[in-house]
Nanobody, 124 residues
């Protein structure tokens, strides 16, 4: 079983950037596909990006395409989500999650382990 811890959230002005990190403890990232999700107040949790265990396959939701980049360092057991050109509508709690499948997936129920989330607030 792997435990996930997100970091890197905070308050940023519109147009700014953040790099979110998802670190694993109690295990290794290597067998897992990692996804990033976010949940804004009053809205459902949505998938925004995912990366396969090898790093060779990635997924981006339309809402972040061109503004986000997901990467992983399996040696350090860390997955990163670089977010640029942030907008107020990006304000949400951001979660990372792990699944044992080899390819990225977008369904919440396809992921087995979840972090506690990190708050991202974008001011206008």
């Amino acid at each position: 079983q792997v435990q996930l811890v997100e970091s890197g959230g905070g308050l940023v002005q519109a147009g700014g950037s953040l790099r979110l990190s998802c670190a694993a403890s109690g295990g290794t990232f290597r067998p897992y596909t990692i996804g990033w999700f976010r949940q804004a107040p009053g809205k459902e949790r949505e998938s925004i990006a995912a990366i396969s265990w090898s790093g060779g396959n990635t997924f981006y939701a339309d809402c972040v395409t061109g503004r986000a980049s997901i990467s992983r360092d399996n040696a350090k057991n860390v997955v990163y989500l670089q977010m640029n050109s942030l907008k107020p509508e990006d304000t949400a709690i951001y979660y990372c999650a792990a699944r044992s499948g080899r390819l990225p997936a977008t369904g919440i129920h396809e992921y087995d382990f979840w972090g506690q989330g990190t708050q991202v607030t974008v001011s206008s």
